[in-house]
């Protein structure tokens, strides 16, 4: 079992950064393939990407494909989401998720998710 906490959110003029963290707990994080999801007021959860075991995959949805990058510190037990370019419609509750082994895309793939953090893109 693993417990997750995501921080770093907030608000951010169109065009900046920002970048959030997924703290995880327990031993075994190295084991678990990690997701980032968004959820925008009235909408479903949206995958954003996700990122292999050891770091060395990492695969995007189109909407956030170049601007947005995943890595992971299996030493700290740490995901990373960094966003660059941000745009108002990249306002949402931003989710990290974790799963073993094996990446996904499907929110219901995913076992583990933090509580969320609120990110703001103002126009």
């Known amino acids: 079992q693993v417990q997750l906490v995501e921080s770093g959110g907030g608000l951010v003029q169109a065009g900046g950064s920002l970048r959030l963290s997924c703290a995880a707990s327990g031993r075994t994080f190295s084991s678990y393939a990690m997701g980032w999801f968004r959820r925008a007021p009235g909408q479903e959860h949206e995958f954003i990407g996700a990122i292999k075991l050891n770091g060395a995959s990492t695969y995007y949805a189109d909407s956030v494909k170049g601007r947005f990058t995943i890595s992971r510190d299996n030493a700290k037990n740490t995901a990373y989401l960094q966003m660059d370019s941000l745009k108002p419609e990249d306002t949402a509750v931003y989710y990290c998720?974790?799963?073993?082994?094996?990446?996904?895309?499907?929110?219901?793939?995913?076992?583990?998710w933090g509580q969320g953090t609120q990110v703001t893109v103002s126009s």
């Open positions: 998720a974790a799963r073993l082994y094996s990446s996904a895309f499907r929110p219901n793939d995913y076992l583990y």
